[in-house]
């Protein structure tokens, strides 16, 4: 359970701008959040979001959870409205994309990192952000397999005999290409199955 002085800052964040209802479906008086993002989402959308994995979205309740300081400032640093500025503004967004495709995108993960530097208390930029270089991961699950088959064939000629370190003779670029590869494969598997399809 969150504490007095956790469910008071968030009570008072809740009450500001756009906070009241729910940042994905417009519902009124949303109790969770994602952390991730500053948003405040209702109880259906936290599930939608908690099924993208805590890479993605890290979820939490506004009374029922404990909440770290870090957590905190990132809702002070997020909040709803900005989250929907900054994600209008960004070239890659649609509004009619679905969760999986808004936050496998391009803007949700600049938006990651500004919320993350800025809850560090540090200046953000999108020219020097880590995520400046992110690429869409693909929806559909027969680019998500032929991903899959080029990177699983392409692991048994990439390694090569280890050194001092378990990584040796792997490129951290190919360590995050099979990284993206195996996310869109499961990201594709998941969105096929009956119960994330509402």
Same mark, same amino acid.
């Given at each position: 359970?969150? *504490?007095?002085?956790?469910?008071?800052?968030?009570?008072?964040?809740?009450? +500001?701008?756009?906070?009241?209802?729910?940042?994905?479906?417009?519902?009124? %008086?949303?109790?969770?959040?994602?952390?991730?993002?500053?948003?405040?989402?209702?109880?259906?959308? #936290?599930?939608?979001? $908690? *099924?993208?994995?805590?890479?993605? *979205?890290?979820?939490?309740?506004?009374?029922?959870? +404990?909440?770290?300081?870090?957590?905190?400032?990132?809702?002070?640093?997020?909040? %709803?409205? !900005?989250?929907?500025?900054?994600?209008?503004?960004?070239?890659?967004?649609?509004? %009619?994309? *679905?969760?999986?495709?808004?936050?496998?995108? $391009?803007?949700?993960?600049?938006?990651?990192?500004?919320?993350? @530097?800025?809850?560090?208390?540090?200046?953000?930029?999108?020219? #020097?952000?880590?995520?400046?270089?992110? &690429? !869409?991961?693909?929806? =559909? /699950?027969?680019?998500? #397999?032929?991903?899959?088959?080029? /990177?699983?064939?392409?692991?048994?000629?990439?390694?090569?005999?280890? @050194? =001092? &370190?378990?990584?040796?003779?792997?490129?951290?670029?190919?360590?995050?290409?099979? @990284?993206?590869?195996?996310?869109? $494969? +499961?990201?594709?598997?998941?969105?096929? $199955?009956?119960?994330? =399809? =509402?």
């Amino acid at each position: 359970m969150s *504490s007095p002085r956790t469910r008071l800052v968030l009570k008072d964040l809740q009450l +500001k701008d756009e906070n009241k209802y729910c940042f994905e479906c417009n519902a009124h %008086n949303p109790q969770w959040v994602s952390v991730t993002y500053g948003i405040f989402i209702c109880l259906e959308c #936290s599930g939608k979001h $908690r *099924s993208l994995g805590v890479h993605l *979205s890290f979820v939490r309740s506004l009374t029922l959870d +404990k909440w770290k300081d870090i957590e905190l400032e990132k809702m002070k640093v997020g909040g %709803n409205k !900005n989250a929907k500025l900054f994600f209008e503004s960004q070239p890659d967004y649609k509004p %009619n994309m *679905s969760i999986q495709q808004k936050y496998n995108s $391009r803007c949700a993960a600049l938006y990651r990192d500004k919320i993350s @530097t800025e809850a560090q208390g540090k200046p953000w930029s999108e020219a #020097s952000s880590s995520a400046a270089n992110h &690429s !869409n991961i693909r929806e =559909n /699950s027969s680019s998500a #397999s032929l991903s899959y088959n080029r /990177s699983s064939s392409s692991l048994s000629n990439s390694y090569e005999q280890p @050194t =001092n &370190s378990y990584q040796s003779g792997f490129s951290s670029e190919h360590l995050k290409s099979q @990284t993206a590869d195996f996310f869109s $494969r +499961k990201q594709a598997e998941n969105s096929s $199955r009956p119960e994330y =399809n =509402n």
